[in-house]
């Protein structure tokens, strides 16, 4: 999920900015590439260095999937500043919004045992939500075309700084921001909605379901719904401060130094944006997705196909990320499309499936925005790939 919240100082994060770059450069590489050519890892080695250097990024996990095997997995810099721990193939990092994409495929499970109608109104399956929400439908739900308020502001605080259930009554008696189905307007209403909604149709938690279904499916042993603090999860840093009125971001300080950050998630947000993992576990699930292990290939191709808006449109988060389906972003252009989960501005899965390649890159800053190098990487691996500008 595209987290903000509010920073505070510790005294390694007083180090300056190029005390940090040296504290990166004197953490080597963790680096496995058992099925990519030396130069091809090398070179995916110094890219992913070179934007760490320059984006400040403390540490990082990347892996690449080729061909349905994973081929290259890597782990760089520092999981925490303070001790200079640094990030190893086992370091737990959050994605953020990369679980919407999981909470996409949860519902398209749903779908298959027929137990869901993606073009039913929510009310079908949740009667207590309000009248006013009636014509909000699964579909709109899930790719952000519901039209229904928010209910967390920029720095992912629960509206009005109420305790989740408050902010739950809260939100429905907003009125709608729009009408449903007539425009992308990305909120986390929707998938704290399709969360709840998992739950009443199985009857079990919602990070229960997604564990049994997807995670021990696709054989991966370290992903989790959890708290801050783990001693195997990364710390997390900004060099950013948000200024916040109401919902929505109106200013923003940078600081020389990187801050150390607190996204403290609770359950009812595990369907937005609550999934920490590493790149190697996201790496075989995305290998399990693709190999109709989680959902058929029928519905992977609804999951991933983009919606348009009402004009007929398409929407995303940028010119890059330019459409979204069922809780899966993409990139819609001719050469080489793919599919862009991206989290917390700070981790990115790009599939390319013409190409039969992933690219998974996991950080610990927010701002990293690895979504703008991703291409890059894939580059060494699709030969006639023209990256996305930076």
Known sequence: MMMTMILSKTSAAMVSVAAACALLSSVAAHAASTETSGDQARAVEHLVQAEMAA?????????????????????????RLDGAIPVT?????????????????????????????????????????????????????????SGLPEIVDDNVRAIDGAEPELAWQKVQS?????????????????????????????????????????FMAAGVTQTRFSIDGEPDAASLYSFLTLQVQGMKTVGVERSKVPLLRHEPMTAYLD??????????????????????????????????????????????????????????????????????????????????????????VLTNLLGASPEKFIDRIASIYILDLVPAGR
């Not at 709608?176 to 149709?201: H, S």
């Not at 191709?301 to 899966?328: C, E, H, I, S």
Request: avoid cysteine; hydrophobic fraction near 45%; charge should be positive.
């Open 55 to 79: 984006r400040g990024i403390p540490g990082a996990q990347v892996a690449i999937v080729q061909q349905q095997k994973i081929v290259f997995t890597g782990a760089f810099g520092l999981a």
């Open 89 to 145: 193939p086992h370091t737990v990092f959050p994605i953020n919004s990369i679980s919407k994409a999981v909470a996409g495929v949860a519902v398209m499970q749903l779908v298959e045992a027929g137990q869901l109608d993606l073009d039913a109104p929510l009310k079908t399956y949740l009667a207590s939500l309000p009248g006013a929400w009636g014509a909000v439908t699964v579909r709109h739900a899930l790719t952000h075309m």
């Open 174 to 214: 907003l009125p709608l921001d729009a009408q449903p189905g007539t425009r992308f307007d990305y909120t986390q209403t929707n998938y704290v909605v399709i969360g709840k909604l998992i739950e009443t149709l199985t009857k079990r938690a919602y990070a229960d379901f997604v564990r049994e279904r997807q």
């Open 271 to 360: 369907a937005a944006g609550g999934v920490k993992t590493t790149a190697t576990d996201l790496a075989k699930w995305v290998i399990a997705l693709q190999g109709a292990k989680l959902v058929s290939a029928s519905s992977l191709d609804q999951l991933w196909k983009p919606q348009a808006q009402k004009d007929g449109t398409f929407r995303g988060f940028n010119a890059l990320v330019n459409g979204y389906g069922l809780g899966w972003p993409s990139a819609r252009r001719d050469a080489h499309p793919a599919l862009t989960p991206v989290g917390g501005a700070r981790a990115a899965v790009f599939i390319y499936p013409r190409d039969d390649l992933t690219v998974l």
